[in-house]
């Protein structure tokens, strides 16, 4: 596993893009982009590697973005958010293609 350092400055980008594609909104994808690192950082033991990084990376924003969608209603209706995001593979893999990184 590489150091959570490199692991940020490889796929913050992504992450951000990924929360952006969700979000709409610069300000909420940056903020909730640093809160999935800082919970990657605290749940780096979790990660067995069973997965590709950038998966891990998308579910914990995608729960980011729920949870921030639970403070703040007024946004989205939840329940129209999750069936929204429900297919995160896809989602991921849309964002990752528009960058280039998949085949």
């Known amino acids: 596993m590489q150091d959570m350092d490199a692991v940020?400055?490889?796929?913050?980008?992504m992450v951000?893009?990924?929360l952006m594609s969700l979000v709409h909104n610069p300000d909420i994808a940056e903020e909730l982009a640093q809160e999935t690192f800082c919970q990657a950082?605290?749940?780096?033991?979790?990660?067995?590697g069973s997965c590709k990084i950038t998966t891990w990376l998308c579910a914990i924003a995608k729960n980011q973005y729920?949870?921030?969608?639970r403070?703040?209603?007024?946004h989205e209706d939840l329940t129209d958010a999750e069936a929204h995001i429900t297919p995160s593979p896809s989602a991921e893999q849309e964002v990752l293609s528009s960058m280039g990184k998949m085949s």
Request: no cysteine; aromatic share 24%; charged share 15%.
């Open 8 to 13: 940020y400055r490889q796929h913050f980008q």
């Open 16 to 18: 951000y893009q990924y």
């Open 41 to 48: 950082v605290n749940s780096i033991n979790r990660y067995d």
């Open 66 to 69: 729920l949870s921030y969608l």
């Open 71 to 74: 403070k703040h209603p007024l």
